[in-house]
């Protein structure tokens, strides 16, 4: 079993910034891809990005691309999101989400593919 706590999350205005930190406990954080995934009211989850056991992979969403970097600190069991330049419609709960392999392969936006899940930040973006 993994376990994941999420953190960093709040409210910001249009523009600005926050990190989002999800800390891993049970197992060797280095085995796992990880994901981060986003909920909005009345939407279905969706994907945000995903890194691969060293950070030296990454995959984004369009709709995040060039404005949200994922990375990790395995000496931490630590992955983060930072988001710049955030927009009202980033506004979600964010997840993340830990598989069981070091690479996130086939289906990386699927959340269907990930074994482990957090229990999600609130990110408030005003406009």
């Known amino acids: 079993q993994v376990q994941l706590v999420e953190s960093g999350g709040g409210l910001v205005q249009a523009g600005g910034s926050l990190r989002l930190s999800c800390a891993a406990s049970g197992r060797t954080f280095s085995n796992y891809a990880m994901g981060w995934f986003r909920q909005a009211p009345g939407k279905e989850r969706e994907f945000v990005a995903t890194?691969?056991?060293?950070?030296?992979?990454?995959y984004y969403a369009d709709s995040v691309k060039g404005r949200f970097t994922s990375s990790r600190d395995n000496a931490k069991n630590t992955v983060y999101l930072q988001m710049n330049s955030l927009k009202p419609e980033d506004t979600a709960v964010y997840y993340c989400?830990?598989?069981?392999?070091?690479?996130?392969?086939?289906?990386?936006?699927?959340?269907?593919?990930?074994?482990?899940w957090g229990q999600g930040t609130q990110v408030t973006v005003s406009s």
């Open positions: 890194i691969n056991w060293s950070g030296t992979s990454t």
């Open positions: 989400a830990a598989k069981n392999h070091k690479d996130y392969g086939v289906g990386p936006s699927d959340p269907r593919t990930y074994d482990y």
